[in-house]
């Protein structure tokens, strides 16, 4: 079946195509609007930040990934939250138009449901070839972790689309973290991979910031270390130019998120059937079956230590890691296609005149 | 009023004391630095409400809303008008013309109390706020909020 996706939850506004058979996604073409020269669509006009940007180029990507009659496309899958409500409103009327207009059945994605699955993208079209990707396709039960500016929680992916929250931030989300402590650090545009970048000549042993929610829960809080990362740049304002210090200090802090998202998915995995030859602690959670795999998903999926240190824990563990691509890991609407090709084959789709925005959606 | 809180409880407990003064229909500025008690307020001030919502910080999200499901642990007639709350972040923004992507106007109800943080990144005076709450960090947890 050949999807196409189409996103503009909030920042950002995508449109990609996917085709699926069985369990492979592969990837036929992906639009994301920040990685347009907006030049060449309007001759030098910078549209303002605000719903009407999503609009302005929604039609433009759509003309680069289809044809106006929709031919070759099986289904339609469109972001239907979380996110702003206009923001959404965009994609999700785009979507219903089209799916009226062509006669093909639609599919409403969920955002996070959408990070989740760009880890089946299995493979990418170059050319006239395949590319494979590096990851195999998960097997269920999966754990996922969700890590993005805007959410960070332990999923269990029982099949497809069955989600159980086993736990989430109670505060900040760890890519706002990363943000937050960049802009203390007066570090621009984006944050997050800047604060990764100084971290890798740092100390990660220079500063012990706090790791909360030391307890049996499998919650979240990075609040009190973005306000512990401030109190130490306070204490040591004469030292804000020193590179050494910098380094120490973004090394330091990316060791105390990654330690904790480590952590809390080591908690979840021995609560679940695993081998049995690996400790227990905490009440046990059930499941039809032992867990196979651990999947990364969200914007912080990009982080390089992140991804060093599940994959040490994935073989400890003995479960098989999968990490998203990393043009997979920000917005994107290949992933929501993904999502959508695997609600089409259970035939999940919706009346195009009934679809409407949810933006407070959560996976569960 | 000025207030010294000590603890993320106490903070919680006077966004309780500040909640069940509400009617409806307010306008809660929450103006202060990375860190000194903003979302932690929000939370405190959700649950006096009576909603058993998970309070998150609306950074990224920019808008949250909250709706009113239990009658709560306040006994406050009034309270009982407010049916939702929307909770908002302006860390991220810049410019005013940002603000109309999210239509606000639509959010100014009877029934609906809204949480903004960040107002103050807006160079002029964009909201209104029937209430303004100021966050200064004190000594380690200690915060002086002052409600206007």
């Known amino acids: 079946m050949r999807i196409l996706g189409i996103e503009s939850s909030c920042d950002e506004t995508a449109v990609a195509i996917v085709d699926g058979t069985g369990d492979n996604v592969s990837l036929v073409s992906s639009f994301i609007r920040s990685q347009i020269d907006i030049h060449e669509a309007y001759g030098g006009v910078i549209p303002e930040v605000a719903a009407r940007e999503h609009l302005q180029m929604m039609f433009p990507m759509l003309h680069k990934a289809v044809a106006p009659n929709g031919e070759g496309i099986d289904a339609i899958a469109v972001t239907v939250g979380p996110g702003l409500a206009p923001a959404l409103r965009v994609g999700v009327e785009t979507a219903k138009a089209l799916a009226y207009a062509w006669g093909k059945p639609l599919v409403p994605v969920c955002h996070l449901e959408g990070h989740i699955y760009a880890v089946w993208i299995t493979a990418c079209r170059v050319g006239e070839g395949l590319r494979p990707s590096p990851t195999a396709t998960p097997q269920f039960p999966a754990l996922c972790l969700i890590v993005s500016g805007g959410h960070t929680e332990l999923v269990l992916m029982k099949g497809h689309g069955e989600y159980e929250r086993l736990g989430e931030t109670v505060d900040d989300a760890a890519g706002e973290a990363f943000d937050k402590v960049a802009k203390m650090m007066g570090l621009g545009y984006p944050g997050g991979p800047k604060v990764a970048e100084l971290a890798q000549g740092g100390d990660r042993k220079a500063f012990d910031f706090p790791r909360a929610m030391n307890d049996n829960s499998l919650n979240f809080s990075f609040s009190g270390l973005k306000t512990s990362v401030l109190y130490m740049l306070r204490a040591h304002e004469a030292e804000m130019q020193d590179v050494k210090f910098r380094e120490n200090i973004a090394a330091s802090f990316e060791e105390a998120v990654v330690d904790v998202l480590v952590k809390k998915t080591r908690s979840a995995l021995l609560r679940l059937p695993l081998s049995p030859l690996l400790e227990r602690g905490g009440a046990p959670i059930l499941t039809e079956a032992p867990i196979r795999s651990l999947i990364l998903a969200g914007g912080v999926a990009a982080n390089l230590s992140l991804r060093k240190a599940l994959e040490v824990l994935a073989k400890e563990m003995k479960v098989s890691l999968h990490l998203p691509p990393f043009e997979f890991s920000l917005d994107n609407a290949a992933m929501i296609a993904t999502a959508g090709y695997f609600r089409a084959c259970e035939g999940k789709f919706a009346d195009p005149l009934l679809v409407k925005v949810d933006p407070n959606m959560d996976i569960v | ?148």
């Open chain 2, 1 to 148: 009023m000025k207030y010294t809180t000590h603890s993320a409880e106490e903070t919680k407990a006077l966004a309780a004391e500040l909640a069940r003064t509400l009617t409806g229909g307010e306008f809660v500025a929450l103006v202060g630095d990375l860190g000194a008690g903003k979302t932690t307020f929000a939370q405190g001030f959700v649950s006096a409400l009576g909603s058993s919502s998970r309070v998150k910080s609306p950074t990224f999200t920019v808008m949250n809303e909250y709706k009113i499901d239990r009658q709560g642990g306040v006994s406050n007639p009034a309270i009982s008008r407010i049916a939702r709350i929307v909770h908002l972040d302006f860390y991220r923004f810049s410019d005013e013309k940002e603000l109309g992507a999210l239509e606000l106007e639509n959010e100014k109800r009877p029934d609906t109390v809204i949480l903004a943080e960040w107002p103050n990144i807006f160079a002029k005076d964009v909201f209104k706020p029937d209430v303004t709450v100021t966050f200064k960090h004190a000594e380690g947890d200690t915060r002086e909020i002052e409600v206007l």
